[in-house]
């Protein structure tokens, strides 16, 4: 009995301890002071019809493209407080750049996040890939079942979750409000919650004075994240 009571403890801890950042170690060759990956969509004008809570930044239309959908996700994890890691969309003509773009092509070879519709068998429905020239991440492959195009909320939650991969994080095995999550309810958590954040905080901490960047657990509580 008693070594049942144990397991059980050692088990909760586990489950209790927050984002998965598996190996930190391998990372993408980027700083503080040369910080853009850039996201490149196969297919760039998919209309998904617009199913997002009111409380959304993308409520309002009835539907949009998918770079609309993407550079949501890339201004979720852009905003993230002391982070250093910044999303960008890849330019549809890297000849011609539009206003603010940050793109170089000679470090996108190395820095591009490849998003794409394809085999619909894949597992749960999408997956990631991460390619490595040593330690170093040099790019990383989503493919994603085309049915997530039914509606706004399933591309983000879908998208936004392998990206989170793609940056180097991992499933929390609980059941918080976690877009990593496997037990994330995609009408509740469709974008990257507090969880999730303190992660990709944890991966790319930008020096911020007084601030920690340890992994800490969070119980999918909003609380122990500063906004």
Known sequence: ????????????????????????????????????????????????????????????????IVTTALNSIATDVNSIFA????????????????PGSHFEIAKAQNRTITVCAGDPSALAG??????????????CEIIYDPTVHRGVKDYLAMVGHEIGHCLGLDHPQDISDSLM??????????????????????LYPANVPGVSHKEEATYGLSCAYKK
Not at 83 to 98: G, M, T
Not at 186 to 197: Q, S, V
Request: glycine share 4%; with cysteine.
């Open 1 to 64: 009995m008693k070594k049942e009571r144990l397991l059980l403890i050692i088990l909760f801890i586990f489950m209790s301890l927050g984002f998965r950042v598996p190996f930190k170690e391998y990372r993408w060759d980027i700083n503080e002071a040369n910080n853009y990956l850039w996201i490149k969509p196969c297919a760039r004008d998919i209309v998904l019809p617009n199913d997002v809570d009111s409380s959304d930044p993308l409520y309002g239309s009835t539907a949009i």
């Open 83 to 98: 982070s250093y890691v910044r999303l960008e969309i890849y330019p549809a003509d890297p000849n011609n750049l539009p």
């Open 126 to 139: 999408g997956h990631s890939q991460r390619f490595f020239e040593g330690k170093e991440v040099v790019s």
């Open 181 to 202: 999550s496997y037990y994330s309810d995609i009408e509740k958590t469709y974008r990257l919650a507090p969880d999730d954040k303190l992660g990709i905080r944890y």
